[in-house]
């Protein structure tokens, strides 16, 4: 029997936790040129902000175990690659459909990273719950202004609850597996 109320506090926990690393990325990512050297500036960009992606949503995910920090620098390594890719594809043409692809693109990276070395149950689950998660998420980019924080901090919460969903897939299906 699962204890709902334990299980309402774990995914409130994610969703804030989530909710200020997506806001704290976006006030970043909008306050770069005052404080980013020119010439680093999306190195340094992609890094902090896939540490605060990592600390945000794929932390709390993590067993503490003696490869807890070697596994929580891979988690930040796959999430800055993730951050970067996407900017690469939203940056290449700033249509519509990018943003989807971008969003897309980031959300595969950083699900099959965390696969990896969280390690998560399964990849399939992870792929059920992130695609429909993805494309949400680049059609949140779409509906807002370039400089809003909000896509940011949906992006975050809609990764932190599609893990929390493929991890915690029994209680949502009821048996059926």
């Known amino acids: 029997m699962i204890d709902l109320s334990s299980a309402l506090r774990k995914i409130a926990f ?3 936790l989530a909710g200020l690393s997506g806001a704290c ?4 990512f909008f306050t770069q040129e005052h404080w980013l050297p020119a010439s680093n500036e999306m190195f340094v960009l992609c890094a902090v902000g896939g540490l605060l992606f990592s ?10 175990t003696k490869s807890y920090w070697h596994r929580g620098l891979g988690l930040v390594a796959v999430a800055s690659l993730s ?5 690469l594809v939203a940056d290449n043409d700033m249509a519509d459909p990018f943003y989807i692809r971008a969003s897309l693109v980031g959300a595969f990276i950083v699900l099959v ?5 969280i390690p998560l149950k399964s990849f399939f689950r992870l792929l059920i719950a992130g695609l429909p998660a993805a494309i949400i ?8 202004p ?15 609850v599609t893990i929390h969903v493929a991890e915690n897939w029994k209680w949502l299906t009821s048996n059926v597996e």
């Open 137 to 144: 998420g680049g059609i949140v980019f779409m509906q807002f």
């Open 83 to 87: 951050f970067y890719s996407a900017l």
């Open 146 to 160: 370039l400089d809003s924080y909000f896509p940011f901090i949906i992006w975050h919460i809609l990764m932190a």
């Open 55 to 64: 600390i945000g949503v794929l932390f709390p995910c993590l067993n503490r």
């Open 113 to 117: 990273g965390a696969r990896f070395s």
């Open 14 to 16: 994610k969703i804030v």
């Open 25 to 28: 990325v976006a006030w970043i």
